[in-house]
């Protein structure tokens, strides 16, 4: 590390968890992130401040005023822009050390694995199953781990998948897409803009807990926020053996 990354990077150096060795790791990193949008916005500015080396964003859609409640990557001059382009600039300003590979394009059958398999870890901020469901079942074909939240109206979810090292897949836990109209989008049902920065921010440390083997990551444990009442659940999960995504072959 040069001086300057010594002191940029002097608070988390100083955590007997993370060190030198492990912000050496995190500047060694290469995280994709699905979505630059309320979870992705808060994930990627954590990520880009600590230093992760490359930092890959997945999103195809422009910034648009209804955004700025919650996305706070986002200033209200890019209204109109490529949420990629928007996304490069504000990581740019954040912290020049990153390298940003944008990815402007929606994630298909065809181009997952091309764009994943570039990556050690892939954090699901995207706003729709059919993404959700392709993304896993891409890091499960390619062992790679997946930090997957999501958040309605007031209540988020978070987890760490990694089937490869004996947890669950998200198909493990969530088998059956809900049926339509059952899990309304934001826009239909609303959600309250600082739970995405709550959400979004676990994304991040769990990010950097996985990097650095600090702590314990929440593999094989769902953690469930309700903003409205101000609770924090766990819930213990495992393998499905009957999961058609991780447990054929
Ligand atoms: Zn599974």
């Known amino acids: 590390m040069t001086p300057e990354q010594v002191e940029r990077y002097a608070r988390h150096i ?15 990193a290469k995280v994709l992130c699905i979505g630059a949008g309320g979870l992705g916005s808060p994930a990627l500015m954590y990520l880009a ?15 648009s005023l209804s955004n700025l409640q919650r996305q706070v990557l986002h200033d209200t001059d890019k209204v109109g822009d490529l949420k990629t382009d928007s996304a490069t600039a504000a990581i740019n300003r ?45 890091c499960v074909a390619l062992k790679i781990p997946l930090i997957s939240a999501a958040m309605s109206q007031w209540e988020g979810q978070i987890s760490l998948y990694d089937p490869a ?13 809900p049926a339509a109209g059952l899990a309304p989008s934001c826009a239909e ?5 600082a739970l995405a920065g709550v959400m979004g921010s676990m994304m991040a440390g769990e990010t950097i807990k996985h990097i650095t083997g600090a702590g314990e990551t929440l593999c094989g444990q769902l953690l469930i926020y309700d903003a409205l009442y101000g609770e924090m659940r766990k819930i213990k999960t495992s393998a499905n053996t009957s999961c058609k995504t991780c447990q054929q072959g």
């Open 189 to 193: 049902a609303g959600v309250m803009g």
């Open 49 to 63: 401040a600590a230093g992760v080396g490359t930092l890959g964003i997945v999103d195809d859609d422009v910034v």
């Open 94 to 138: 954040i912290n020049p050390e990153i390298t940003v590979v944008s990815h402007t394009e929606r994630l298909t059958e065809s181009n997952a694995a091309d764009i994943i398999s570039r990556y050690d870890l892939v954090l699901d901020g995207s706003d729709n199953f059919e993404t959700r469901y392709l993304v896993n079942a891409t």
């Open 165 to 177: 090292n004996g947890g669950p897949c998200y198909a493990c836990v969530f088998p059956e897409r």
């Open 14 to 28: 100083v955590l007997r968890e993370i060190g030198g060795p492990g912000q050496n790791k995190l500047l060694g």
